[in-house]
């Protein structure tokens, strides 16, 4: 079973540019999840999708940032303008059931804002 | 301080040592997780423990959970190069119990 995915890797853009993060959770689970980390801090929650519901969106640092799941399957998150303190890792996560605490990670978008 | 806050921040050991890394939090939990984050890759989920567990091993890995301290730790015995990693302690929060709390991590390096 393929686990969760996310495109692309590595993403380099300039300050005021747009870039888009795909995710896509494990074949049937309910549960998304998106985290960052940025250079040097803790991991943090952004926010919680279940299925195409946002169940949780406490996390997202602000306005310019767009998240989005359509159809309840793979994730979209949009930085849009970037800037230089969005720069880390954008992880996703995917989890189901009971067992929703228990979150499956994909290997994360490193994003570099110059 | 924050939620999840691992000591010692980096550890550095001789393989086959073993490594012992702490957490510590501030809110009542259901339980605790540990994950692992390998270079460039995402994070492995190693090991989960309930707050009416006290200590749980899972091949060379040993966590323990004090939740009068508040506090948890995570043994690495006989430890290898392939541990080499950052080690994180995440406790959930939130609706459902589901959204994850980080810690800041402890970066281990094994020494051939």
Request: charged share 20%; hydrophobic share 30%.
């Amino acid at each position: 079973e393929a686990g969760v995915t996310q495109f692309p890797s590595h993403s380099v853009i300039e300050k005021g540019q747009t870039v888009t993060l795909r995710c896509d959770p494990i074949s049937g689970h309910d549960n998304l999840y998106w985290y960052r980390r940025v250079m040097g801090k803790e991991i943090k929650f952004l926010l919680h999708f279940v299925k195409e519901s946002k169940q949780d969106e406490s996390g997202m640092p602000n306005n310019r940032f767009l998240a989005e799941r359509t159809g309840g399957t793979y994730s979209t998150l949009k930085v849009q303008p970037a800037e230089l303190e969005d720069s880390g890792v954008y992880f996703c996560a995917s989890s189901q059931g009971l067992r929703a605490y228990e979150q499956y990670f994909g290997p994360g978008t490193r994003l570099t804002v110059t | 301080s924050q939620q999840g806050e691992e000591d010692p921040q980096a550890l550095s050991i001789q393989e086959g040592e073993n490594a012992t890394m702490n957490c510590s939090y501030k809110t009542s939990i259901n339980n605790l997780q540990w994950y692992r984050q390998n270079s460039g890759r995402g994070l492995v989920h190693l090991i989960l423990i309930r707050s009416n567990e006290r200590e749980k091993h899972s091949g060379r890995l040993r966590v323990t959970l004090d939740t009068s301290k508040k506090s948890s730790s995570l043994l690495i015995t006989a430890s290898r190069a392939a541990d080499t990693a950052s080690y994180f302690c995440a406790t959930p929060r939130g609706f459902g119990n589901e959204k994850l709390t980080f810690g800041t991590g402890t970066r281990l390096t094994i020494i051939p």
